[in-house]
């Protein structure tokens, strides 16, 4: 079993919709998580970090289950700017970090 | 604004040949960090320096070296280069959590 695992998608949904990923991870003694959003040919930044209490900011909320290892991801309104890949990021130890292999979004008009 | 800079975009090189991928952050981070990216694969970290002349294996740190002789300046050495090194590479520095990449270099090995 990867270390992360996302689906690859691509998800392809129109102006709007609300969209949700998934990204499951197996070592159990992680603490924080992270998304990141990675645009064509361009570098991943940082979309939002994720705690135990879940992360809200606008139209995406991040969220976290321990028992069942996975973390989510939610975009309401899906705008065309959205269209990217999405990374999940789950810290190691120390400063290592795993990215999973991230999951394509298409926001269609 | 944050910056990390990668010398080179596009590089074509030929097997056997040295090559030198360079990266500059100018935010004082004590942490940098080599990564590869293909297809189906995400990121994959070859290298990590927590501080200048310090280093640590990554998760594929075969064919590759590392060299950190000032705290900005991290640089990733393929000493001779195979087709299997094809790929996106992306530097990334950090302080306290957060990633900041420069935009990739993508080498392409005949």
């Known amino acids: 079993r990867k270390e992360v695992e996302q689906d690859p998608g691509p998800f392809n949904v129109p102006e709007g919709a609300t969209v949700a990923f998934n990204c499951t991870y197996s070592?159990?003694?992680?603490?924080?998580f992270f998304w990141y959003r990675q645009d064509c040919r361009k570098e991943p930044k940082l979309l939002m970090s994720v705690y135990s209490s879940g992360n809200e900011d606008g139209r995406f909320t991040a969220q976290l289950n321990r028992a069942s290892q996975y973390i989510s991801l939610l975009i309401r309104d899906s705008k065309l700017s959205d269209s990217a890949t999405y990374l999940c990021v789950v810290p190691r130890g120390g400063f290592k970090t795993i990215f999973g292999a991230g999951t394509r979004l298409f926001v269609k008009a | 604004d944050v910056k990390v800079t990668q010398s080179s975009r596009y590089l074509v090189k030929r097997t056997g040949e040295k090559v030198f991928l360079e990266c500059v952050q100018d935010?004082?981070?004590?942490?940098m960090f080599w990564y590869r990216q293909d297809p189906g694969l995400g990121l994959r970290l070859i290298y990590f320096?927590?501080?200048?002349?310090?280093?640590e294996k990554g998760d594929i740190p075969e064919g590759y070296s590392v060299s950190r002789e000032k705290k900005e300046r991290f640089s990733l050495i393929l000493e001779s280069a195979s087709t299997n090194q094809t790929s996106m590479y992306l530097c990334?520095?950090?302080?306290?959590?957060?990633?900041?990449f420069g935009e990739g270099s993508r080498l392409t090995v005949l």
């Open positions: 070592n159990s003694a992680s603490q924080s």
């Open positions: 935010m004082d981070h004590e942490n």
């Open positions: 320096s927590y501080d200048v002349k310090m280093k």
């Open positions: 990334a520095s950090t302080g306290t959590g957060e990633l900041f």
